[in-house]
């Protein structure tokens, strides 16, 4: 027997198996007629094995007459096969190939094709004829129309599995042509059995692409069993290989000898096959699959660089340089939510493109991509976006702004089944489609930085929210600390300037009593946004504390400064203050270095900037560097008609008081009373001055009260209370459009709260009625109790202050009543004359 | 060459059929939230153009509650200054072409209709999803191939079926006759020289109107398999395909059909009267048409799927609203009230439903009542698995009456053409009844009675309205049909009628049946039969009523 028989044999075993694998499959069609390649390839095999096996020398010329026609069959059934493969119909070139098969067979075994053949010391000796180039002719032209199908397809394909499978088959169609055309028209090595390992090794081919990208609907275990025919196959042609070695080199041994010394080589082989085939596997690896080896070792890199960062940029930079280099793209970003938005917008791009805004793509958190990132483990790629009809919802502007993006695959970052980032690739540098392999190392990637990512991104947000004030999502005074020691020293080491804004709003303690902290907080809300939309995108806005805002404006002079303040002043005046309600802010401004280097000292200037503002009539900016700075006036109210106004208010309250001569100088008693109380506490000027304003004015409200209800001798009625109940209420609206006169009305709107609740027009409690209130209700109880009212006699000092001490801790503040009965009972001489 | 077209020449038939089919296998979830992405980026759209400022009333809606609370209900009447002048300018997006129906009598000739390039691709990836699921018998099949010979019987553009065929896949198919060769033809023409070529050629697919496939089968029926062999001597094609269609017959002892002369891959029929004709038309073509619901407003809403059972809605052509049965009653009673609506996954089975639909991708239809009553057969296709509400076309639901999807006659078209006889008649009313074909049935009392047939009185009344209404006219020069049947009334048949509805203390605006669509009960009241009387808010006409 000659070696050469040993490959068509175990090419022949290795078709069979594959063929009984295949066929027992599924019916689908291209696995019926990938079963037919099979048989075709397996009888070609065996006609060859038989050949020259040469059992039957006499019937060496029958077996080498099929054998032609089994050689054509097996070139025809490939053709078929990658016809099925394409989802090409049979169409005429299959009829017309099979009874071409059909007419060789019959010409050859009617001695028309082999005139003659005979195996002498294992070579062939045959004579073909011309007709062996008809053969040859009719062959080519179905192995060159099956590889031109085959790279049609590879060329027009987009996705990556299909590209991979298709090249395999690529591969194997080159290695049949090439082995089948050298072998039978190379004289020196015909007859060797190069075609055979040529088709064998086309099956391998086609075998492992089942095994690895699924070619066809093959089940798990007939992988496994296609996996061992190929170790047998391998195994069994080294053998083969061993045994022709051993024959030319020592030809004076037995052949027996040399059998059994193979024999033991191989198993011994055999045995340590499995410990070698990682080594092998890792070869092949490099040497076969260089990019695969290449993004192995990136992503282990990555993976222990990963374990190592917290911070979010920092994560960003390694995974995207990481990832662009490996895969050879030309960019690649990192999309993460918006808080606010929800939307997927990009955060972090490799390279960054000079003048390519970073936000030039983003995802609504409804786009339909979210969602299929949202549940697919799978990367998504958007060249096909069109054909996919879950995204038919897809807005025309959105599938321009991804066709704009030049992005071709988007990669799901996830944890624990929640979306929290995209990893977008652009396209390739060499504008070739994404490999299997680059679609494995980019989600791999991605999975492993899903935890570290959301961990970075809980660690920015927690620094964030440290940094910020919950209120008005400004930056907290500690950052503002934080952030001008940092201005100084870029200042100092650069010698560049920068300048402060402190800003406070005008009279908000008023606005807070008169209108509630919530309506205060939603006033602070929206001051705060005037500020972010008023100042420059460098410049930085914090709250201080309270009403009080502060603004760093790296690089700007005092003027440019005095520009921004102006401008959110305005700002204020036009989007929150109205006539109802005027809420006006005051500014201070100082520069560094020219008020001072250290930043106590330039804090402490712009504070002394505001004060100024303050006090010079509030709603306007000052600078701290600047006397002579011209003074902004007080918008819409000037000074003489303040004052006109206000002469018209007292004059008012003086008619209040004239409506009803019982309670004629009521108002000024009651001013009295209150700031000899207001004394006694303690209080501050300006608080005193306050009060006896309010004292003066808290019944103004009265002047929408009829007379006939004021002076009613009788009980009132329910109508008749509750017209009195809105004198409080009356009376601030009549003094609220005057800006010096604000902070007397949330003493006139609560001086007739009860302590204990019971009172009106809000209903308050405790401590939550204003100070000035509370002291207010007890002056204006006191004098209308030592006054004589139509409906009841005077009582004395005495029996007004027991009134007083018996409604404390409900009508009254307990520790305040004490103290005004202090004020009023030592000693006449001391104390307030009751009149 | 379309992207549909490049699939089927590199035989990547998986995402041909994903592309263009994938939408059956949407869940219903899936397709609301299409529905909802869509709408909003239309309104969007509708916000910045004349047209939409003036249809939804200045308002800007947000969501789509608040478009279906804030947006009014439409009729063409709302769209008149802006299509029938064509202004361009005053739409949400820039039109591809205009295309037209059959308008209203005396008011205006045809009503027209924007369709957007991007509307436009979405209705050749439907063509050739209806063309795949003609033509299929499982999921993911698509059975046609390139070079098919593609045979359409459709009007001609600007009509919209004529319109839509520049959609078709000319690239692909071998178009019988060829597209651009036909531009010039008459319809009859085209239809003529199309089976010439097609009994020369071959025919693997076929688009037609119903009636029209119905009427070529019958003109084949009518030859009686008599075969001129002369003339086809010259034509061994065209006599080897009519001697084969002729041996068929007989052996089956019948006329010949055309089943005996082609055996097709596909064929997909479109109109309302599409379930009348079905099992004609598998008799005389072999297999069922598929059946696909559209129009000029809504383009293509609804296909039927290889089942030929229940039609699927499209969900991204249009956005849908089910206006229930009794609510739109109330809505044609009184033309003020706004009727309240469902959403496509609020319908319930076996229940009819006035159709709303708003167009998507820049068309100019908002809230637009279609006025067809469609029925939900099913929730979902069982059979095939299909997560999508399966619909069938019920009636038409206002005062017009369709015939073959040729025309729609109005009461004034009607009450003209009887004018026109110079009859002297009581009174009069029609509708629209089916049997193996549409028919027009006119019930007309006359003032004097005896004198004339009603064979006479409807040859006069078919004249008139050939005169009247061209596309009446080209139903018989078309398709052969001439719908028209009169029946006379005897002497005070509408007297009795009212003084049976006063007996029974009827509403005022019920005393007299109406000219168009009356119901059953009516009719068999009118024609001496006993009836139930209508009381108001009753609903018991039907357009549409089979015999």
Not at chain 1, 291 to 307: C, D, I, K, V, W
Not at chain 2, 85 to 94: E, H, Y
Not at chain 2, 246 to 270: C, E, H, N, Q
């Amino acid at each position: 027997m000659s070696i050469w028989a040993v490959i068509p044999l175990l090419s022949f075993l290795a078709f069979a198996i594959l063929a009984v694998v295949v066929l027992r499959q599924d019916g689908r069609r291209v696995n019926r007629v990938f079963g037919l390649f099979l048989i075709a390839s397996g009888v070609w095999s065996f006609t060859s094995f038989m050949l020259h096996f040469n059992a039957y020398p006499q019937q060496a010329l029958l077996w080498n007459e099929i054998l032609v026609a089994a050689l054509l069959w097996t070139a025809v059934s490939y053709y078929h096969f990658v016809r099925v493969y394409n989802d090409k119909p049979g169409g005429i070139g299959i009829y017309i190939g099979y009874s071409c098969v059909l007419t060789i067979l019959a010409l050859s075994l009617s001695g028309y094709i082999v005139k003659y053949a005979y195996i002498v010391n294992g070579t062939l000796y045959h004579s073909l004829g011309f007709s062996v180039y008809i053969v040859g002719g009719i062959s080519a032209v179905f192995l060159i129309s099956t590889a031109l199908m085959l790279i049609n397809r590879y060329r027009s394909s987009f996705d990556p599995t299909d590209r991979n499978r298709t090249i395999y088959l690529i591969i194997g169609s080159g290695i049949v042509i090439v082995s089948s055309y050298i072998c039978n028209l190379t004289p020196s090595i015909a007859g060797l059995s190069i075609d055979h390992i040529g088709n064998i090794t086309n099956a391998l081919i086609i075998t492992y692409a089942i095994m690895r990208y699924q070619l066809l609907n093959v089940r798990f275990v007939a992988q496994k069993v296609l996996a061992y025919v190929w170790l047998i196959s391998c195994l069994g042609g080294i053998y083969a290989g061993v045994v022709f070695l051993g024959q030319r080199l020592l030809p004076s041994q037995p052949t027996y000898i040399i059998v059994l010394r193979t024999t033991v080589l191989v198993l011994i082989l055999a045995l340590l096959a499995r410990p070698l085939s990682h080594k092998i596997e890792e070869w092949i690896d490099r040497f076969f699959h260089r990019e695969t080896y290449e993004y192995r070792r990136a992503l282990l890199g990555f993976s222990n660089r990963m374990s190592n960062i917290i911070n979010l940029d920092e994560l960003a930079n390694e995974m995207l340089t990481t990832v662009t280099k490996a895969l050879h793209l030309k960019q690649a970003k990192l999309l993460f939510q918006d808080l606010s938005s929800g939307d997927f917008t990009v955060h972090f791009a490799y390279p960054e493109v000079e003048g390519e805004p970073s936000g030039e793509i983003k995802f609504s958190a409804d786009n339909p991509i979210v969602t299929w990132l949202h549940k697919e483990n799978e990367p998504l790629h958007l060249g096909p976006i069109d054909s996919i009809p879950k995204f038919k919802g897809l807005w025309e502007v959105e599938k321009e702004q991804i066709m704009a993006s030049n992005l071709g695959l988007l990669c799901p970052i996830k944890n624990r089944g929640r979306l929290i980032g995209i990893l977008a690739l652009g396209e390739k540098e060499s504008d070739t489609l994404y490999s299997h392999d680059d679609l494995e190392m980019a989600m791999s990637m991605a999975s492993q930085a899903g935890t570290i990512i959301e961990n970075a991104q809980l660690y920015s947000q927690a620094l964030v929210r440290a940094n910020t004030d919950g209120l008005t999502e400004l930056y907290n005074h500690r950052h503002f600390h934080e952030r001008l020691e940092q201005e100084i020293a870029r200042g100092s080491r650069f010698g560049t300037t920068f300048s402060l804004i402190i800003l406070d709003v005008d009279l908000f303690k008023a606005y807070n009593d008169i209108h509630g902290h919530l309506a205060g907080d939603e006033v602070l809300r929206r001051i705060a946004l005037c500020i972010k939309t008023s100042i420059r995108g460098l410049d930085t806005a914090f709250r201080y504390g309270g009403e009080e805002f502060a603004i760093i404006l790296p690089e700007a002079r005092l003027d440019d400064a005095y520009k921004v303040a102006e401008r959110i002043r305005k700002t204020v005046g036009l989007k929150i203050s109205s006539r109802a309600t005027p809420i006006t802010v005051s500014l201070g401004i100082a520069n560094w270095p020219i008020d001072g280097v250290m930043k106590e000292k330039i804090i402490s200037c712009a504070d002394t900037a505001l004060y100024r503002a303050k006090q010079t009539g509030r709603n306007r900016t000052c600078l701290s560097s600047d006397e002579t700075k011209p003074e902004t006036p007080v918008v819409g109210v000037e000074p003489e008609a303040r004052s006109r106004a206000l002469n018209i208010i007292y004059a008012l309250a003086a008619t209040v008081d004239a409506k009803d001569h019982y309670t004629y100088g009521h108002s000024k008693k009651v001013s009295d009373y209150a700031v000899a109380l207001a004394e006694a506490l303690g209080l501050s000027q300006d608080r005193i001055d306050t009060i006896r304003a309010a004292g003066l004015l808290h019944d103004i409200g009265k002047v929408g009260i009829p007379d006939s209800t004021l002076n009613k001798k009788g009980t009132l009625s329910d109508g008749e209370w509750g017209l009195i109940k809105t004198h409080p209420k009356l009376g601030v609206e009549i003094l609220r459009h005057v800006i010096d006169l604000v902070s007397c009305l949330p003493i006139i709107l609560h001086h007739h709260e009860h302590y204990d609740g019971s009172g009106y027009p809000s209903g308050l409690k405790g401590d939550n009625i204003p100070l000035e209130a509370r002291i207010l209700a007890i002056a204006d109880a006191f004098d209308a109790i030592t006054s004589p009212r139509p409906y009841r006699a005077q009582l004395s000092s005495q029996q007004a202050l027991q009134e007083l001490r018996r409604c404390a801790g409900t009508q009254f503040d307990p520790e305040l009543v004490e103290v005004f009965c202090k004020v009023i009972e030592p000693t006449p001489s001391k104390g307030l004359e009751v009149k | 060459m379309s992207r549909e077209a490049e699939l089927i020449v590199q035989g990547k038939n998986e995402e041909l059929w994903q592309r263009c089919c994938g939408f059956i296998d949407l869940s219903l979830e899936d397709c609301m939230s299409i529905q909802e992405r869509l709408l909003l980026e239309q309104i969007e759209l509708l916000k910045k153009c004349k047209l939409g400022r003036s249809i939804m009333r200045r308002v800007e809606p947000r969501t789509v509650e608040e478009f279906r609370r804030q947006v009014p209900l439409t009729t063409y009447t709302d769209y008149e200054p802006f299509l029938l002048t064509k202004n361009v300018r005053a739409l949400p997006a820039k039109p591809l072409f205009w295309q037209h129906t059959s308008g209203r009598s005396g008011e205006y000739p045809f009503k027209w209709a924007p369709v957007t390039s991007r509307q436009f691709e979405e209705i050749r990836s439907l063509l050739f999803a209806c063309l795949a699921f003609s033509c299929c018998k499982r999921r993911g099949e698509i059975a046609y191939k390139r070079k098919d010979k593609f045979l359409y019987a459709l009007a001609p553009p600007p009509y919209t079926t004529g319109a839509l065929i520049h959609a078709a896949p000319y690239e692909v198919f071998d178009f019988l006759p060829p597209i651009k060769a036909a531009e010039d033809m008459s319809f009859e023409d085209r239809v003529q020289l199309g089976f010439e070529l097609a009994l020369s050629e071959g025919l693997d697919l076929f688009f037609a109107m119903s009636s029209v496939l119905v009427s070529i089968g019958e003109r084949f029926s009518q030859r009686n398999g008599s075969v001129s062999i002369k003339p086809l001597l010259g034509k061994p094609k065209t006599l080897s395909r009519l001697l084969k269609g002729l041996v068929k017959s007989r052996l089956a002892r019948r006329g010949m059909l055309p089943r005996d002369i082609w055996s097709l891959k596909g064929l997909v029929s479109t109109g309302s009267d599409g379930s009348v004709f079905r099992e004609r038309v598998k008799e005389m073509w072999g297999r069922y048409p598929l059946d696909v619901y559209g129009g000029t407003e809504g383009i293509i809403m609804a296909t039927q799927t290889w089942d030929y059972q229940g039609l699927t809605f499209i969900p991204h052509l249009n956005f849908f609203e089910f206006i229930p049965e009794e609510e739109s009653l109330k809505s044609r009673d009184d033309p003020f009230y706004q009727p309240e609506t469902l959403l496509l996954d609020e319908v319930r089975p076996e229940e009819n439903y006035e159709l709303v639909i708003t167009s998507f991708h820049g068309g100019p239809f908002v809230r637009y009542k279609l006025g067809d009553m469609i029925r939900i057969t099913s929730l979902r296709n069982e059979q095939l698995g299909i997560d999508i509400p399966q619909m069938r076309f019920h009636a038409r639901v206002d005062d017009m009456i369709d015939i073959a999807g040729f025309t729609r006659l109005t009461e004034q078209v009607i009450w003209q053409a009887i004018e026109n006889t110079g009859l002297a008649y009581e009174e009069w009313t029609a509708c629209k009844e089916l049997r193996e074909r549409p028919v027009l049935h006119l019930y007309l009392e006359l003032k004097e009675d005896g004198h004339i047939t009603p064979e006479e009185v409807g040859a006069s009344v078919h004249e008139q309205l050939t005169r009247l209404d061209a596309p009446y006219a080209d139903l018989e020069s078309f398709i052969g049909l001439r719908p028209l049947e009169v029946t006379l009334l005897p002497q005070n048949a509408f007297r009795s009628y009212m003084l049976r509805q006063q007996a029974a203390g009827a509403d005022l605006a019920h005393l007299k049946p109406p000219h168009i669509n009356p119901s059953d009960g009516m009719i068999e009241c009118l024609v001496g039969g006993k009836v139930p009387i209508t009381r108001e808010g009753e609903y018991e006409r039907e357009a549409v009523r089979s015999r």
